[in-house]
């Protein structure tokens, strides 16, 4: 890849993986320290990407350095955790995007980055497969779990009122 690809590139994708990366670490200053070091991964292996992988590297990249991240920066504990699900609020919410966003932090891991690429950014089982290290067939049955979790999550009227 030569340096007017890479420029295109962190033109092309930097967008995209910033919502990735935010969406899943729900700090905006974490997911640019994210995008920036995935990038600067792609640069000291620029002459091993050839520019039309370069998407699926970033990405690739991105996810892994968001995991590493998580996995340095646990900020709760199991304990919290289960008190949060324990209370009921009474604040109504009214915005959907409020709550799909509860929805979503519900989730493991790995099953918001997948719900994300596959129904956020449109990627194909095989793209987001290749992205996250697992074949398409258990992307389509980690997607198929996630989805259902988030369905019976917002059925319950005390989630999303």
């Given at each position: 890849m030569t340096e007017k690809e890479y420029n295109k590139c962190v033109d092309l994708y930097s967008d995209n993986l910033f919502r990735f990366i935010v969406k899943n670490l729900e700090h905006a200053e974490d997911a640019r320290d994210v995008v920036q070091n995935s990038f600067e991964i792609l640069w000291k292996h620029c002459q091993d990407v050839p520019f039309e992988k370069a998407k699926s590297y970033l990405f690739t990249v991105g996810y892994h350095n968001m995991i590493d991240h998580v996995r340095k920066i646990k900020r709760i504990t199991l304990v919290d955790q289960f008190k949060d699900e324990e209370k009921i609020s009474e604040h109504?919410?009214?915005?959907?995007?409020?709550?799909?966003?509860?929805?979503?932090?519900?989730?493991?891991?790995?099953?918001?980055?997948?719900?994300?690429?596959?129904?956020?950014?449109?990627?194909?089982?095989?793209?987001?497969?290749?992205?996250?290290?697992?074949?398409?067939?258990?992307?389509?049955?980690?997607?198929?779990?996630?989805?259902?979790?988030?369905?019976?999550?917002?059925?319950?009227?005390?989630?999303?009122i």
């Open positions: 109504k919410v009214h915005n959907a995007k409020e709550v799909i966003e509860k929805a979503l932090s519900k989730l493991s891991e790995v099953q918001r980055s997948l719900v994300l690429l596959k129904d956020y950014e449109g990627y194909t089982y095989e793209e987001i497969g290749e992205m996250m290290d697992l074949n398409p067939s258990q992307v389509k049955v980690y997607l198929h779990r996630a989805r259902i979790h988030l369905k019976n999550y917002l059925v319950k009227m005390e989630n999303v």
